[in-house]
């Protein structure tokens, strides 16, 4: 069974939403057929809000604050540097900041000479 796929020919930017005191950005993605759907990210974390299905208008406050209700970041803090990492969709970057970064103690004090 021959199973034809449709790509984006077009993405339109709908720019910066505040919704829930929190900042959205919405993509508009055009596809080959003349269809539309829409995506929603996080401006804080860049987390795709629509990875479980797209919408198929240009979504209301009420739409977007559904899915961002059940997705709040689990800030990890650099006792170091301060940096935050969602802990949530940022393991890795986590891990590479850790391993690259100075050293410090429990209380953020630098340790050691240089690497």
């Excluded at 508009?28 to 299905?53: A, M, Y």
């Excluded at 170091?80 to 802990?87: E, M, N």
Aim: charged share 30%; hydrophobic share 30%.
């Amino acid at each position: 069974m021959n199973r034809i796929v449709g790509h984006i020919i077009d993405e339109i930017e709908h720019g910066t939403r505040t919704v829930n005191g929190i900042d959205v950005t919405i993509r508009e993605l055009v596809w080959n057929d003349l269809g539309r759907s829409f995506e929603v990210h996080r401006v804080d974390t860049g987390e795709d809000l629509t990875e479980d299905g797209c919408f198929d208008t240009l979504p209301t406050d009420e739409q977007i604050a559904d899915p961002l209700a059940d997705r709040q970041p689990d800030w990890w803090i650099c006792r170091g540097c301060g940096t935050r990492i969602d802990a949530r969709t940022g393991a890795d970057l986590i891990v590479e900041h850790v391993r690259d970064g100075d050293p410090v103690d429990g209380a953020g004090n630098p340790i050691g000479g240089p690497r």
